[in-house]
């Protein structure tokens, strides 16, 4: 299994992760983590968890945006699979 690691947005939309099928882990530092596919990977990240408003929308909903509301995205790893 390749594990690809990225630190900003900027490298996902550079690297062009569209229309293609992606399996990725956000982890948390407290032992936490959520596994999940994305068709669109950029879309996935930039119009859902890192949209302030999207979390807000879905903070009881959704399992992923109630822990990322609880705790901020910006403590989380995210790693493609």
Not at 31 to 44: A, D, E, G, I, P
């Amino acid at each position: 299994m390749k594990i690809l690691v990225f630190k900003n947005r900027k490298t996902i939309k550079e690297k062009y992760y569209k229309n293609k099928i992606f399996i990725y882990e956000l982890i948390i530092s407290m032992n936490k983590s959520y596994v999940s596919k994305s068709v669109n990977l950029f879309n996935r990240l930039n119009k859902n968890y890192l949209f302030s408003d999207y979390i807000y929308r879905n903070k009881n909903k959704i399992s992923i945006c109630v822990t990322i509301y609880k705790y901020n995205i910006k403590i989380f790893s995210f790693y493609i699979l």
